[in-house]
């Protein structure tokens, strides 16, 4: 999620652009809780709270702080951060999971105010420079166990594997499936997820881990999910051959919702709130 390098004047709209975001969801927040403030108030008076619940939270005057001061931008465009805002208005405060860290972490942390959004990054040194800098992020330093250079035949062969299988697949513990991602920290299987973003591992080199099993396992995840509603999935960096081939593979051309830029967006409904059946071998 590093980012590539900007011309200076695209770089001073972005940096506008996002502190905007970072501000309307603080100003949506304050207007939402200012209207639920004033409905009890009708109901009990005396029930007064305290100016600090329409407050914007620390972590968003520090994302506020950071963008407009920074020389550094976000990897992904406005339009395509704005796909993701638009979904997180509706759903903050909320569970977000985030492949990758990097340069737009604060500004995803701050749009999910008072939610939980954690990330996940393949290198242990970037994880901690950056924590060095916003400790207030909760960021993972995960390991992967696939190859860009093995796409092609992990998707060939996954269906010989009954564990990879759309009615079988499961994540936690799953090591007989190489796409199903057994090395995260527990809270990431023992948490619903409402919204998964895939910015992240590398896979732009063979020896890279490729974002494989990021995709296959938000993909089971999604299928998982227990409670109401979809799961909403964004994948970036679709430009390239391995997120497209495994995308519409395991989240579905018919879930997908959005296409901005390089960013997909799915909802995928959960296996008990979907009328597919799933079989041995299609996650489609």
């Not at 099993?213 to 409670?227: C, E, L, P, T, W």
């Not at 495994?246 to 018919?254: I, M, Q, S």
């Amino acid at each position: 999620m590093k980012n590539p390098q900007f011309q200076p004047e695209k770089r001073k709209l972005l940096v506008v652009a996002i502190v905007g975001l970072i501000a309307a969801t603080v100003l949506i927040s304050s207007l939402l809780r200012s209207a639920e403030h004033s409905f009890f108030c009708s109901l009990a008076s005396s029930q007064a709270r305290s100016i600090s619940d329409y407050s914007a939270t620390p972590i968003q005057l520090n994302a506020i702080l950071h963008y407009a001061t920074s020389k550094i931008v976000p990897q992904q465009s406005f339009a395509e951060i704005t796909v993701s805002f638009n979904v997180l208005k509706e759903k903050a405060p909320c569970n977000f999971l985030v492949f990758g860290l990097g340069y737009d972490s604060m500004m995803w942390n701050s749009l999910n105010p008072r939610g939980n959004t954690l990330f996940l990054e393949e290198d242990p040194k970037w994880v901690q420079q950056v924590l060095k800098d916003a400790p207030s992020l909760k960021a993972y330093a995960v390991q992967y166990r696939t190859q860009l250079s093995k796409a092609d035949h992990l998707l060939k062969t996954y269906k010989s594997e009954p564990n990879c299988g759309a009615s079988k697949a499961f994540v936690r513990g799953n090591f007989e499936c190489k796409l199903a991602l057994t090395g995260l920290p527990d809270e990431v299987y023992d948490t619903e997820w409402d919204m998964i973003m895939i910015d992240a591992p590398r896979g732009y080199f063979p020896e890279a881990p490729g974002r494989m099993g990021a995709i296959f396992s938000a993909a089971v995840m999604a299928k998982q999910r227990k409670g109401s509603g979809v799961t909403h999935v964004f994948l970036h960096d679709v430009n390239r051959r391995v997120e497209k081939v495994f995308a519409e593979e395991f989240l579905c051309r018919k879930y997908l919702k959005h296409s901005v830029g390089r960013l997909w967006h799915f909802e995928i409904p959960s296996a008990a709130n979907s009328s597919y059946v799933a079989d041995t071998d299609s996650f489609c």
